[in-house]
Nanobody
C-alpha cells in the first residue's frame, strides 16, 4: 500500500518561493507504471493540476503556472518536490501530491495547507 506525505511550511510570505516535499513509502518513484503529480485546491475553488514528474524524471507543467513552477525528485530518499516562485495570496491552497497511473490519479497524500500572507 503506497503512502504519500506532503511536508513543508504552512505559511509563506508574498514574493517568496513555496517549497513542498512529498515522501513516498510503499512504492518506487522510478516505477514505470506511475507518474507523480502536484495538485492544489484554493479555498472555495476546484482542484488545479500544477505539474507532474515521470518515472524517468521528465516534467510537465500547467501552462498557467509553468513560468513559476519546478518539480524535482530525489530517488535515494523516495521524494519529489515542488517549488513555486513569486507567490501571491492567490496561491493560498491545500496542496496535494498524487500518484497517477494511466493518466488517472490513484493515490493521494492527505494534503497540506499553505497560506501566503505577510
Amino acid at each position: 500500500q503506497v503512502q504519500l506525505q506532503e511536508s513543508g511550511p504552512g505559511l509563506v510570505k508574498p514574493s517568496q518561493t513555496l517549497s513542498l516535499t512529498c515522501t513516498v513509502s510503499g512504492g518506487s518513484i522510478t516505477d514505470s507504471n506511475y507518474a507523480w503529480n502536484w495538485i492544489r485546491q484554493p479555498p472555495g475553488k476546484g482542484l488545479e493540476w500544477m505539474g507532474v514528474i515521470g518515472y524517468d524524471g521528465s516534467t510537465y507543467y500547467s501552462p498557467s503556472l509553468k513560468s513559476r513552477t519546478s518539480i524535482s525528485r530525489d530517488t535515494s530518499l523516495s521524494q519529489f518536490s515542488l517549488r513555486l516562485s513569486s507567490v501571491t495570496p492567490e496561491d493560498t491552497a491545500v496542496y496535494y501530491c498524487v500518484r497517477q497511473r494511466y493518466l488517472r490519479p490513484v493515490d493521494w497524500g492527505q494534503g497540506t495547507q499553505v497560506t501566503v500572507s505577510s
